[in-house]
């Protein structure tokens, strides 16, 4: 074990939980919740607004965690920091603002057939409103996008063209649990085609692994607070700030402005700009104490962990049922995180986590908001374990041996 299971309450109840979900959403550790109870007992107020005591300190630790998530990607100015409600919104900020206004019919939008929805329906729907072409990148038999040569080299001459204005790719997918070499391909779109706007969906990549917006070279990366530690109802949306200045607001409103007339209106100034009307106050406060037990815990040991973890998972898989299974994305060449999703001949993903939950064992069976994956895949659906710091060997013996069963049940 990584981390202590007893810094997570959820896990203390008295039903044993054994949560391999995490890629789902994460657990929260006391500190996080914590940090949450201290905003509504003690400085519940609203922010920007008020003259008294409770409002500027709510104000400041709302702005200070703006500073924390800057410099925890690497950001230029914690200006280039946006609070959404999630990482799906931060990509329809994105799609919205700068998409309506930039793409036009005969442009190119590029992403990848193993994204979430997250990160294919909103550029599948601008392309729809605005008569662009909608290019999405196929997989190989192993699960590695189809723009590597023979040697390895990246090879997107033709995916990228002249007509390209945004390519928006994952970090780390949700299914096959590969880390995209998403440096070299920025590099590689940058070399055929330096105007493509790049969006890195890193949902999966930010609770794991130390992302630097400024090394990767994107222009937008977004996240999700509840998969690494923090609340649900808070996401991120970084983005380059000469470009957040020239895009329009998403929603308007109290906040994000700075004057109204009854013929005008004057936006305040980014990040402002984007976040209208009361934020999750208590959640971005969470957020940043969830950051801060990340730093404490240390990413390369979590990666480290989970790596370990699934590999060890994977192995007891393949012993217990032979060729019945299928884990996706096994034999891609990538390196991996804490991610199994499978599927074993004769049983259905939802009868078996059905029967796992009966054992308080939490996996995830479906699609995993990755249909059009799934579909290239040739699969209805596939179970998925995933794990986090907190999960244990003893975690992943339990599910195998109650997966067993499950199996004979099923056959
Ligand atoms: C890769 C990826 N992108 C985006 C999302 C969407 O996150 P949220 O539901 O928090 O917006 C997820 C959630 O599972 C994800 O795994």
Redesign the pocket.
Same mark, same amino acid.
């Given at each position: 074990m990584l981390q202590q299971k007893s810094d997570f309450p959820i896990l203390s109840q008295k039903n044993k939980l054994t949560y391999l979900d995490s890629?789902?959403t994460s657990l929260k550790p006391q500190a996080v919740i914590d940090a949450m109870d201290e905003y509504y007992t003690s400085y519940s107020a609203n922010i920007h607004r008020g003259l008294y005591p409770l409002s500027e300190r709510a104000s400041a630790e709302y702005e200070e965690t703006r500073q924390v998530i800057a410099d925890f990607i690497g950001a230029r100015s914690e200006d280039e920091i946006i609070f959404t409600r #999630?990482?799906?919104?931060s990509v329809n900020l994105v799609a919205y603002s700068y998409g309506r206004e930039h793409v036009q019919k005969g442009d190119e939008i590029v992403t990848t057939v193993i994204e979430?929805h997250? #990160?294919f329906v909103p550029w599948q729907q601008l392309a729809f409103g605005t008569g662009a072409d909608f290019k999405v990148i196929d997989i190989t038999d192993q699960g590695d996008l189809n723009i590597f040569d023979k040697n390895g080299k990246l090879q997107l001459q033709d995916v990228i063209t002249p007509k390209t204005k945004i390519f928006a790719c #994952?970090y780390?997918? #949700?299914v096959l649990g590969t880390v995209q070499p998403v440096k070299d391909i920025i590099k590689a779109v940058r070399a055929i085609n330096p105007e493509v706007i790049i969006l890195i969906?890193a949902?999966?990549a930010v609770p794991h692994l130390e992302v630097n917006v400024q090394d990767l070279d994107c222009d937008f990366l977004v996240f999700?607070a509840?998969?690494m530690c923090g609340p649900t109802g808070v996401?991120v949306l970084w983005g380059r700030q000469d470009l957040l200045e020239n895009m329009s607001p998403f929603l308007f409103g109290g906040d994000m402005i700075n004057e109204v007339h009854i013929d005008k209106s004057v936006w305040a100034t980014v990040p402002h700009k984007f976040e209208a009307g009361t934020p999750d106050i208590a959640g971005v406060i969470g957020l940043k104490a969830a950051v801060k037990y990340l730093q404490d815990v240390g990413l390369e040991k979590i990666s480290k962990h989970e790596d370990e973890l699934a590999s060890y998972t994977r192995e007891k898989l393949h012993e217990a049922f032979g060729n019945a299974l299928s884990i996706v994305g096994e034999y891609s060449r990538l390196p991996h995180v804490g991610v199994v999703a499978f599927t074993i001949r004769g049983c259905h993903p939802h009868d078996i986590a059905g029967i796992l939950a009966e054992e308080q064992i939490c996996i995830r069976a479906g699609f995993?908001?990755a249909m059009p994956l799934h579909t290239r895949l040739g699969a209805k659906a596939t179970s998925r374990a995933s794990f986090y710091m907190y999960s244990t060997k003893e975690d992943a013996d339990l599910f195998v041996s109650k997966l067993k069963n499950a199996y004979s049940v099923l056959t």
């Open positions: 890629a789902a #999630n990482a799906t919104e979430h997250a #990160n #994952n780390v997918s #949700n969906d949902a999966q999700s509840h998969k996401g995993h908001c």
